[in-house]
């Protein structure tokens, strides 16, 4: 019975409108603390005991990685298809030369917990850390020159807008302050922005040379226009801790955070929105691959994928008969006929998206020989609404 209220609420919610973010299987209970892509299908998530995950179809398969490290992976980061590097709180640092399917530990003198990496270019690259570290290579990992940060507290954050123009924040303990630092020679030097929050900041993240933002703790969103001479707070809307910033270009941008939370702007942080994730879970990174197509990750293995901008579109529901499939059951090849052209989606049982197909006839043969044997949903959205029937893959 539970099984078939579950199927029952599933449609319902497939003929109601497109969801937003919907899980993906990461085959782990593992916290994952960073997500990263390379191109529209290829992206990793790394975090707790080693775990380093990898999917080359947009996330519908992610596949375990052999890790040279088996504590916390905190942050992952490629500055090209093949080159990519992973730092851990245990201090150290990982490199692949092979879009990950072998992982090295590289040589460096830090002892300190490491918290996120950033390449300018694949030589090029900075990693931050407790005890104020800064750590900066020009020769791909080959060797690592610590830099003197200027601040006392744990750095949490790395970004760069170019070479020489780059940002690291975290926090100071006592007091309690919100910390920035920039650099403008690719940095050598680092000087603290003044004027920031007394709360934590966990993340951030330049759309251009001049705009700029950085999140924290008790909801804390921060923006500047002006290179970070100035930062002025933004209204998010919660006392959710934000634990990751990014934007997919000027206009549009995301945050994720404590208990689920998932915040967007369209308008460049003006103002900010709730979107539903449908998790309580802590959310760590996000991460977009274009303005569509995001992802974040999070505690117990969380993968959310959304392939619409986070947005719940309402749609109207045509009734069941507007879409026809056969054979049903089937086992190699499924049959769909709709009144017009239409967008398709299969969705397993956990309204996961497993394929999706555009077409412009009324009538599309589908090879589904690869998929196990079970329930699934076709979704049809065609000019006049959306249209959903099951079908059961033998």
Request: charged share 10%.
């Amino acid at each position: 019975m539970k099984k078939v209220y579950i199927l029952i609420s599933l449609m319902f919610i497939a003929a109601s409108g497109f969801a937003q973010w919907i899980q993906q299987t990461s085959s782990t209970t593992n916290n994952l603390l960073s997500v990263f892509f390379t191109d529209i299908n290829t992206g990793y998530a790394v975090g707790q005991y080693g775990t380093i995950l990898k999917t080359t179809d947009a996330g519908v398969i992610w596949n375990a990685q052999t890790s040279s490290i088996t504590g916390y992976l905190e942050s992952v980061y490629f500055p090209d298809s093949n080159t990519g590097y992973i730092v851990s709180y245990e201090g150290l640092i990982q490199k692949t030369t092979n879009g990950g399917n072998s992982w090295t530990i590289l040589t460096s003198s830090n002892t300190s917990n490491l918290f996120s990496v950033f390449f300018t270019n694949v030589d090029t690259g900075y990693i931050v850390g407790t005890n104020d570290t800064i750590l900066k290579t020009t020769n791909g990992g080959t060797n690592w020159l610590s830099i003197v940060s200027g601040t006392s507290g744990p750095l949490i954050s790395v970004f760069f807008t170019d070479d020489n123009n780059g940002y690291a924040a975290g926090y100071t303990i006592n007091p309690k302050h919100g910390v920035i630092l920039k650099t403008t020679n690719a940095g050598n030097t680092w000087t603290a922005q003044t004027n920031i929050t007394t709360n934590y900041l966990c993340s951030v993240f330049f759309v251009d040379s001049n705009t700029g933002f950085a999140v924290g703790d008790t909801g804390t969103i921060l923006k500047t226009i002006d290179g970070g001479i100035n930062w002025n707070t933004q209204i998010s809307g919660t006392i959710n801790s934000l634990e990751s910033v990014y934007f997919s270009d000027i206009n549009n941008g995301y945050i994720a955070g404590t208990n689920g939370t998932i915040l967007k702007t369209v308008d460049g942080g003006t103002n900010w929105t709730t979107q539903s994730s449908g998790t309580t879970n802590l959310l760590r990174s996000v991460y977009f691959s274009d303005n569509n197509i995001g992802y974040t990750v999070g505690a117990n293995g969380i993968i959310l994928k959304t392939t619409n901008g986070g947005q719940f579109v309402k749609e109207n529901q045509l009734p069941e008969s507007a879409i026809n499939i056969f054979p049903n059951p089937t086992t190699d090849n499924l049959t769909i006929e709709t009144p017009e052209k239409a967008t398709m989606e299969i969705l397993n049982f956990e309204g996961q998206i497993i394929k999706t197909i555009n077409t412009a006839d009324k009538q599309t043969n589908i090879d589904v020989s690869n998929l196990s044997s079970g329930v699934y949903i076709i979704k049809a959205k065609t000019e006049k609404g959306i249209a959903v029937k099951k079908f059961i893959k033998q």
